[in-house]
């Protein structure tokens, strides 16, 4: 079974400090990645996905997520951190192949000014 | 492109009562999924249909939750009767092909007293 997790329930940073939301997984073949962000009373939004290929992802916003294969991980990354950047995130895994994703339960970032 | 339409967005019922929600997902989006998402924790799916036909309702409740996708396009979600605990967000998405990232609806948010 495909699984998530994330670790850290909030985050904080400066703005204009790099950010990292750390997101690890586990699957029994090779995985979709993905990471979505929930601003509040929204619905989830894409960010970026790892399907193959390169290791370093990019993604809308300004946002890179890096592919680890032997530490299962996924974190996302900006090199600077916006105050409107503030909001929830989530990794997702899926199987490929697999039609459903499984969700982490999130972390907070908030982007302090 | 118009993105996944749902509906209502907010509903409060009573503990026993019955309630629906309605997608509408991407146009051309063969796959369509709910999921149920709970104060402080992440989606968590309900079911997957490819087309109209139900590929994963292994999480559904189905002594009180039922959904259908008639003629492969629009949706609906069921729930009775509703209990305290079904008080989430029910989320619509819907993607072209398992590589691609999910487009979500904004949700509908379910309080049941």
């Not at chain 1, 790099?18 to 073949?29: D, E, F, H, Q, R």
């Not at chain 2, 796959?31 to 999480?59: A, E």
């Not at chain 2, 729930?79 to 029910?90: G, H, M, N, R, T």
């Amino acid at each position: 079974a495909q699984s998530v997790a994330q670790p850290e329930d909030q985050v904080n940073v400066a703005e204009g400090n790099p950010l990292t939301v750390k997101c690890t997984y586990s699957v029994s073949g090779n995985p979709y990645l993905f990471w979505y962000v929930q601003y509040p009373n929204r619905g989830l939004q894409f960010l970026l996905k790892y399907i193959t290929g390169d290791n370093l992802v990019k993604g809308s916003y300004g946002f890179e997520a890096e592919f680890n294969k032997s530490q299962t991980s996924f974190h996302l990354k900006k090199p600077s951190a916006l105050v409107s950047d503030s909001a929830l995130y989530f990794c997702a895994v899926r199987e490929t192949n697999a039609g459903k994703s499984t969700f982490g339960d999130g972390t907070t970032l908030t982007v302090k000014p | 492109e118009a993105g996944v339409a749902q509906s209502p967005r907010y509903k409060i019922i009573e503990k026993r009562q019955s309630v629906a929600f309605w997608c509408n997902p991407i146009s051309g989006h063969a796959t369509l999924y709910w999921y149920q998402q709970i104060l402080g924790q992440g989606p968590k799916l309900l079911i997957q249909f490819q087309n109209n036909g139900v590929v994963d309702d292994s999480q559904l409740p189905k002594d009180r939750f039922s959904a259908e996708r008639l003629k492969g396009v629009d949706s609906t979600l069921k729930i009775q009767p509703a209990k305290l605990e079904d008080s989430a967000v029910y989320l619509c998405a819907s993607s072209l092909d398992p590589a691609t990232g999910y487009t979500f609806g904004s949700g509908t948010r379910l309080t049941v007293v």
